[in-house]
T-cell receptor, first 113, second 111 residues
Framework: NAGVTQTPKFQVLKTGQSMTLQCAQD?????MSWYRQDPGMGLRLIHY???????DQGEVPNGYNVSRSTTEDFPLRLLSAAPSQTSVYFC????????????FGSGTRLTVV | DAKTTQPPSMDCAEGRAANLPCNHS???????VYWYRQIHSQGPQYIIH???NNETNEMASLIITEDRKSSTLILPHATLRDTAVYYC????????????FGTGTRLTIIP
């Protein structure tokens, strides 16, 4: 099992550019989510999904779009990057039961200049 | 969703037990207590979880008070590699998955 795979690991964008952060899991998890982590801060929930075709907003959804067309993939799209979106982004997945932990990816470090 | 409160930082001597507290006074009956840790900028790592009973695994022990309003994560013999930020969260069993992580406790193991 590969677990949760995030690509790319590092990315530099110019203000106004768009890009998609990829997240894939091979564990057949229903639940997937995206978090961002700013320096010295905790993780803040951006968007999450409890199954294919179902997504919902987290704490800080503005400036980000998601879709969940398959169980395995949960891409995060930045439509028009801003310097405030400079952060480390983590994807997580789990079975949709409270008695199962999250598996996190290794993160994507994004810098917007 | 229940929120959690943790001290921002703690120190522990190497080889001693590290006891990390968490307050979750608004926890609901169907919510599990989870602990994760994050070393440097790596992805958070699952440590342990529990519902009502105390739990132990190869990494740690979790003590949940009888009223479930607080818990303690115990690292029995802390090593320098246990230096990390530790997060306590609560997660419902089939419910709102809008889960958030607070700022956690920064644990520093002192040689």
């Amino acid at each position: 099992n590969a677990g949760v795979t995030q690509t790319p690991k590092f990315q530099v964008l110019k203000t106004g550019q768009s890009m998609t952060l990829q997240c894939a899991q091979d564990m057949n998890h229903e639940y997937m989510s995206w978090y961002r982590q700013d320096p010295g801060m905790g993780l803040r929930l951006i968007h999450y999904s409890v199954g294919a075709g179902i997504t919902d907003q987290g704490e800080v959804p503005n400036g980000y779009n998601v879709s969940r067309s398959t169980t395995e993939d949960f891409p995060l799209r930045l439509l028009s990057a801003a310097p405030s979106q400079t952060s480390v982004y983590f994807c997580a997945s789990s079975f949709r039961t409270g008695n199962y932990g999250y598996t996190f990816g290794s993160g994507t470090r994004l810098t917007v200049v | 969703d229940a929120k959690t409160t943790q001290p921002p930082s703690m120190d522990c001597a190497e080889g001693r037990a590290a006891n990390l507290p968490c307050n979750h006074s608004t926890i609901s009956g169907n919510e599990y207590v989870y602990w994760y840790r994050q070393i440097h900028s790596q992805g958070p790592q699952y440590i342990i979880h529990g519902l009502k009973n105390n739990e132990t695994n190869e990494m740690a022990s979790l003590i949940i008070t009888e009223d479930r309003k607080s818990s303690t994560l115990i690292l029995p013999h802390a090593t320098l590699r246990d230096t990390a930020v530790y997060y306590c969260i609560v997660r419902p069993n089939f419910g709102n998955e809008k889960l958030t992580f607070g700022t956690g406790t920064r644990l520093t193991i002192i040689p």
